[in-house]
Nanobody
């Protein structure tokens, strides 16, 4: 069955960095665009980055120039490198695969606090 498993979340101080990873299985990874979203409890899910199946990248203004999305089709993984983290980046981060269907991972918590 389809699985998207995020990892790499945790607690980091303001100004710090984290690298999230998402391992995908159960579908043809290379044909799917991959996205990262985040959600603060009580708020909606915010799209933050996409990498197309051809490797083109797109970012929300809130993370542009700080976050980098990348994919490895040989390993069926997508990563999100997050730099210059701020308290407002605190959220649950979700990996999403999108093509004909859309699949969501279970999320990983990122907390930015001193």
């Amino acid at each position: 069955q389809v699985q998207l498993v995020e990892s790499g979340g945790g607690l980091v101080q303001p100004g710090g960095s984290l690298r999230l990873s998402c391992a995908a299985s159960g579908f043809t990874f290379s044909t799917y665009a991959m996205r990262w979203h985040r959600q603060v409890p009580g708020n909606g899910r915010e799209w933050i980055a996409t990498v197309s199946r051809d490797g083109y990248t797109f970012y929300a203004d809130s993370v542009k120039d700080r976050f980098t999305i990348s994919r490895d089709n040989a390993k069926n993984t997508v990563a999100l490198q997050m730099n210059s983290l701020q308290p407002e980046d605190t959220a649950i981060y979700y990996c999403v695969a999108a093509y004909v269907e859309e699949y969501w991972g279970q999320g990983t918590q990122v907390t930015v606090s001193s």
